[in-house]
């Protein structure tokens, strides 16, 4: 017998909120004992979450903009005809490509796509050998591609069941009242039918290989689940309002069925498979199965794909598979580096994803090569030129027409052609996007506005999806005119698809920095409908604008909503942060980072919140983490971490970020309210011996008798701040309400003036020429406002050091405050030529103490 094989067991659509009640009703206890025994966790999909593209990627460890399969369809090789998609897409080598290539054996059952068969060394049986006819008077014969090798044809075609044969006993276990089911009108008897027979032929071939072949890996398919799904979770508990309450009674158990069947099949595998096996379980995307269900449709491409959550599941057990753990952060793409790690085989470098070492009791160290694709020798591939005509297959395309995944095709064929084109290149763009590479993305979306369709009059495109993803990408690179241009389009557009546009507009308003028109917009459509993701972008826009604490309740609430989303916890973590609960602050960031292990702001705030709470070293590796992973420079947890580093080995009390060192290439910024002696600080630092960044343009006069100090560009600094390395070494005024623009790459070291209120204004007010006895309170309330956003945002900018400077302590006790001066930037300063600078007579608007 040999060891070390792996059985990997696909369950479409499988979802923890529907399996974990089951387990604990003791209804799947098959699975229960695989998880005792082994690891479990989520499963992250990808956008589109489409399951050939997502299969395809679990078995080729690359994104389906590497792997080809872009979709349910395809266009023939010659162009004139579309057909359900096969393996000739498929442009890398999958895992049993690379096993036959190194002499191991495979058994293949139903992945999707697998047809037509590869010549491996082994068996397949295709996706396509469970498709059967319907009417028991047209049985569809098995094609020569749907198994290799052919020959044994006959060991596996009594196999096959058909959907005629499923009885009323075999019903019952779905649906108790099959017998109260009016079939002239609801055809679910007969979607049952077809799901459970298919899925049973698959499992009669896999159990039949099980038993009877020696093999190194083996792959085992099931849309059971999916399917299920897709037809009855309307009718799960709880019962949603609008939902038939006779057919909610009559169906109402079919999905749960579903579940105690795939698990009863998976109970018969387990038996026939020894202890030196490892065996992996899991799903390519969740299922929505609460509030958000969908009863209505919209018609857009693949619209049953938009039932799908994020996450699926995942569970493993074997010899080197650690014990009942919960283990995080797993994705579609590690499932191959895994399985090949697993076999001791090296991962390809052009693979995106990793070996999830945290299932492994011993890990070792994975290998590497460049690619699997240079690699040379028989990797039993097939000629992409298959004959179109011998793989196309009516029943399967009928089956992807049933299910809402493929509209029901043109009699003219060049026009289901087109859309077959267009659906697959929006589809590439949506991978694109989903990997945040835009450019490609944008080029695609942009080219598919130009598409001419077949039939303008009779059968025009709907642009709206592809305006909704350039809204998107306009977003990420900070297009906001653009953006809202592209929402403009689809307001005017005759889309009958339903989006939420004003979700879409106050995102944009948001990013155009007007947060406030933004939260108008949807708090009026909070009151029509309160779903998880407004209530998100509430708390978000109440955070911008410093209302810590109703943030707090408002992502709460959206927590409640939704609880597996990683960004809705991060956003809390952050939220906490900033109201000092660095404990709770903790706990949200480690939520999100379960949620999404390779989360790199969700690392950076645990790393916040725990070097708040003197969690030195562990705040140290969170920092370290957040790094690693951001694809690009991550300012904020660079600096986070030299700040971390300096407490660990210096001892160093960071007491308002200020270190008393001087840094390389530091900023040194001086900052505060208008008026509020700025201009005095730069000219002591200029007579002190710090280089000044400034032109001289604006001109000293009765305000300023001895200059600005002014730099033309920090005008600007709130759309253009790549002149700041300028200022590298150097010294330069920006009034407060310019800092959050500062690019966060950047070291600073800010000396903020700090005046009592009533002066600034008396002295704004005679500046302006303006009535001093008429106190602007709108003004002071801004002011102290103001004042407290720099508060907020020093705390979120790890790179910032801020000394509060109080003007009128400069002028009554220069001494001391120049030596904190001189302390802060870490630079030897001549104090007495800028004590020289000060002229008490400048004071002209001394508040009085009452």
Known sequence: MKKNKLLLIGWDAADWDIIWPLIAQGKMPALKKVIENGVYGNMSTMNPPYSPMLWTTVATGKTPDK??????????????????VTTTSRKTRALWNIFHNQGMKSNLVGWWPSFPAEPINGTVISDRFQK??????KQTPMSEFSIHPWEKKDDFKNLRMFPFEITEAHLYPFVPRAHDVDQENH???????KIVSENTSLHNAATRLLRTSDWDFMAVYYDLIDHFCHSFMKYHPPKLPSVNQDNFDIFKHAVTGAYIFQDMML??????????TTVII???????????????????????????RQFGMFVASGPNIKKNQKVFGMGLIDVAPTILHHYGLPIGKDMDGKVILDIFEDPGTPKYIESWENERGDFAELDSNQKSDVLSDEETMQQLIDLGYVEKLDEKFEVAIKKTRVDLKHNLARVYMGKKDFSPAKKLLLELLEEEPPNKEEDPFDLAPFYMDLITIALQEKEFKLAKQYLDKVRASNTEVKYNLDLAESQILSEMDRPREALALLEKYRKKEETGQVLYQIGRLKYRLG??????????LAIEKEPQKANFHATMAETLIQLNEYEEAADYALTSIELVKYFPKAHFLLGQALEALGDLENAKLAFEMATRLKPKEFHQAEHSLENVKEKIELEIDLKDKASNTYRKNQIT??????????SLMMQMLDKGGVDILQDDKREADI??????????????????????KKGQDKAVKIVAPLLKYLDAKHRYKIIFMKRDLNEVIQSQQKMLGKNEEEFPVKLYNQFQKLLANVGVWNKKEPGVEILYVDYTEVLDDPESQLDRIEKFLGVSLDKEKMKGCIDKSLYRNRATVK
Do not use: C
Not at 669 to 678: N, Q
Not at 703 to 724: F, Q
């Open 67 to 84: 792997h080809g399969i872009l979709g349910f369809i395809e266009v023939t090789p010659d162009a004139k005809n579309v057909r359900p």
């Open 267 to 276: 109970e018969r595998k387990l038996k026939l498979i020894d202890d030196d």
């Open 547 to 556: 209302d810590f604490e109703e943030a707090r309740d408002l992502i709460d």
């Open 187 to 193: 055809k679910g008897l007969t979607a049952i039918a």
């Open 669 to 678: 910024v001086v900052s505060g309210l208008p008026r509020s002696g700025t």
């Open 132 to 137: 059967t006819h319907r009417d028991p008077k």
């Open 282 to 308: 899991m799903s390519d995307h969740g299922f929505e199965s609460g509030n958000k269900r969908i009863l209505e449709m919209p018609k857009v491409q693949a619209a049953p794909s938009l039932e799908h």
């Open 703 to 724: 305000s300023n008798p001895k200059g600005y100090y002014e730099y033309e560009p920090v005008m600007s600094l709130y759309k253009d701040n790549s002149w700041l």
